[in-house]
């Protein structure tokens, strides 16, 4: 054949694929001939990307009117090749009767709230953000964080750091401030003025009772808090503890764990559902904006609406870029973004600046490619 179409299976099916139909599978993957798959590759489920059985590998598949999940939720985007989305007549008003929750994340989900410098503004209006820093021997964390929330528009950036770690901070900082803290007592006093609307915290900052007092000082103050890392560990043992910290909270509180640190914080919740609907209980359990990092991210809210991003290349996977993304995501906040479009932007401009940093990329790069990203975005939103 000189190419094999598969139409064998589309959106709706839900049991294992047997039998014969699985033996003409295994020859099409075996084949030459290139394959196109109508809809979806026969074998994924269209609702979170999983193999039912076996699947067909296309290079290209072809769907109508939106994507669905399988498409960018892996392994479903592996089998899926490139994908097409076809206009058939169906009209745009038919999403009012589906009310989707689930998005593709592109710029054009969030790129009409994204925050522009006004010509008449001044660095205060952009925002303040405030990076906790671990003691002396890992505070490099902190400075990868503080240069994403920078770089992303944050009009200052500060790094709250042990005494310890002042010096080993001064000796790399320029642009961004420093200031002592050397316990909870520190932070809330650094977090009463009101300009400093922005804490990122979590990143090297160590595992234990220091860092839960160290979070529960930033989540009773009126900043916006991104916790990672660390900070989300901290409670691996009472999570509720956690929750109910946010629960009095009126301001945006945003958690980036990665599977590791997600499966510590929600253990019922890993792996026994989807991707996608793991996420979502636990935006809704603890009242958190979750961002769940992998090659596909998922960025849930708490009201149920979920973002999903597929533009992060496998160079991504580096020590040090969660940091940087935690950065980014509070330096959006600090602009005043609204929670799940900042947690949103953050991840996909994360994956531009990537992109634009290109192969061999370390985390240090990220920062620095952030101008060329938000240039290609911006210039894509005026044309």
């Given at each position: 054949a000189d190419v094999i179409i598969d139409a064998l299976f589309g959106a709706g099916l839900d049991r294992p694929i047997e039998g014969t139909a699985a033996l003409v599978i295994a020859a099409a993957n075996e084949g030459s001939a290139p394959v196109v798959a109508v809809d979806l590759p026969s074998g994924i489920n269209g609702r979170d990307g999983s193999v039912l059985g076996t699947a067909i590998r296309a290079d290209e598949t072809v769907t109508f009117f939106r994507r669905k999940p399988g498409h960018v939720l892996l392994p479903g985007r592996m089998f899926a090749g490139r994908v097409s989305v076809v206009d058939i007549g169906i009209e745009a008003s038919a999403l009012e009767a589906i009310r989707p929750t689930i998005f593709h994340n592109t710029p054009d989900l969030w790129r009409a709230r994204y925050p522009r410098p006004r010509i008449d503004?001044?660095?205060?209006?952009?925002?303040?953000?405030?990076?906790?820093?671990?003691p002396m021997a890992h505070t490099g964390a902190a400075r990868l964080a503080a240069r994403g929330a920078l770089r992303i528009g944050s009009g200052l950036v500060t790094v709250a750091a042990p005494h310890d770690a002042l010096a080993v901070h001064a000796a790399q900082l320029t642009a961004i401030m420093l200031l002592q803290m050397d316990g909870p007592?520190?932070?809330?006093?650094?977090?009463?003025d009101e300009r400093r609307?922005?804490?990122?915290?979590?990143?090297?900052?160590?595992?234990?009772?220091?860092?839960?007092?160290?979070?529960?000082?930033?989540?009773?103050?009126?900043?916006a808090v991104v916790l990672d890392a660390d900070a989300l560990t901290s409670f691996s043992a009472e999570p509720t503890d956690l929750f109910k910290l946010i629960a009095r909270r009126t301001v945006p509180t945003v958690l980036t764990p990665h599977a590791g640190e997600f499966a510590r914080l929600f253990p019922d919740l890993a792996p026994k559902q989807s991707k996608v609907e793991r996420t979502r209980a636990a935006a809704e359990r603890s009242g958190a904006v979750v961002v769940l990092k992998g090659p596909d991210t998922i960025v849930a809210a708490p009201?149920?609406?979920?973002?999903?991003?597929?533009n992060a290349p496998p160079d991504l996977a580096t020590a040090g870029s969660g940091d940087v993304l935690a950065g980014i995501i509070a330096g959006l906040l600090a602009q005043g973004m609204?929670?799940?479009?900042?947690?949103a932007a953050g991840v996909w401009m994360h994956g531009a600046a990537a992109r634009v940093a290109g192969r061999g990329l370390i985390s240090e790069d990220l920062p620095e490619a952030l101008p060329g990203a938000l240039t290609q975005m911006l210039r894509r939103s005026a044309e």
């Open positions: 503004a001044h660095k205060y209006d952009r925002g303040h953000t405030i990076v906790v820093s671990g007592v520190d932070l809330s006093d650094i977090l009463r609307n922005s804490v990122v915290m979590g990143p090297a900052l160590g595992v234990g009772d220091r860092t839960k007092a160290l979070v529960k000082a930033a989540l009773e103050a009126d900043p009201n149920g609406l979920v973002a999903i991003a597929d609204p929670d799940l479009d900042a947690a």
